[in-house]
């Protein structure tokens, strides 16, 4: 075998791989907008962070015994007073970060970081 | 969301902190009443009657800013929107128990300014279910307020 196919065939098997790779990072990186929930349960919002594209919808879900609200700083969105398994929705249309918190218990707060 | 505790600023325009801090006094203060007040009638003891009746006195005067900051927090922090739940029950057991701290100091109030009349002895069991009152009240409270969790 020359060195010539070896070169070829070495090479070859590289770019296969990094196409290959290259394939699949976007799937596994690509978020599309969707729904996507945050948990409220034990006075913290789970995740604190939430990183979403353009057009998510996300759900907020009291798990929790006692009442709770989710409420943007920048009053953005803002939901009632969701009792235990009552939830409250938004899209986020607009990249930015949005950070929230609940008015009962402020020391409660959270993030959606839209991209 | 850090905040200095010790800054004004914070100190007066913390949502609804004041409601959690002054809630503690009047709520002290009555329960040492009704306490002091028992004894005074065990033990005849017109000291603690006098004790009790200032006690119930600082009670009464603490209810006013108590329920306006809770009032104040259900509009600012939550607008004014209906309530339901643990948070309905915990304004409305909160109104009633203090409309009957100053029921309970009116009469001992009327007992003072009338010396010739003794105060009735009825009066030891609506504070009886006062301090029951209260204390739901504030285990509402507390449990709202996130006592037995991380908030």
């Known amino acids: 075998m020359s ?14 791989g990094m196409f290959a790779g290259a394939g699949s990072l976007p799937a596994a990186a690509q978020q599309t907008p969707g729904t996507t929930e945050v948990k409220i349960d034990n006075f913290s919002f789970g995740p604190a962070e939430l990183k979403i594209p353009v057009g998510t919808t996300v759900t907020w879900t009291n798990r929790d015994d006692i009442p709770h609200t989710a409420v943007s700083t ?12 009552e939830k409250f929705s938004f899209t986020f249309s607009k990249p930015g970060t ?18 | 969301m850090s905040v200095n505790p010790f800054d004004l600023k914070t100190v007066v325009l913390a949502k609804h902190a004041q409601h959690v801090v002054l809630i503690h006094f009047p709520i002290a203060l009555f329960m040492v009443a009704v306490a002091f007040d028992f004894l005074a009638q065990w ?11 200032f006690n119930l006195l600082l009670a009464a005067c603490f209810t006013v800013p108590v329920v306006a900051t809770g009032l104040a927090a259900w509009q600012f922090a939550l607008e004014g929107q209906k309530l339901k739940g643990i948070l309905l029950m ?7 128990s203090a409309v009957v701290i100053w029921v309970v100091f009116l009469i001992h109030l009327r007992a003072r300014r009338h010396p010739e009349n003794s105060l ?15 204390g739901v009240t504030a285990h509402l409270g507390g449990f709202l307020s996130g006592v037995n969790g991380p908030g």
């Open chain 1, 98 to 115: 949005y950070e929230y918190f609940c008015s009962i218990h402020p020391t409660m707060t959270g993030k959606v970081v839209v991209q």
């Open chain 2, 120 to 134: 009735p002895t009825y009066r030891l069991s609506l504070e009886a279910i006062a301090v029951l009152l209260v």
């Open chain 2, 90 to 96: 915990h304004l409305v057991l909160g109104c009633v």
């Open chain 1, 3 to 16: 060195t010539a196919v070896l070169f070829a065939m070495t090479f070859g098997v590289a770019f296969a």
């Open chain 2, 43 to 53: 033990g005849k003891s017109r000291s603690l009657a006098a004790a009790a009746y």
């Open chain 1, 74 to 85: 920048d009053k953005m969105f803002k939901s009632k007073v969701l009792d235990t398994d």
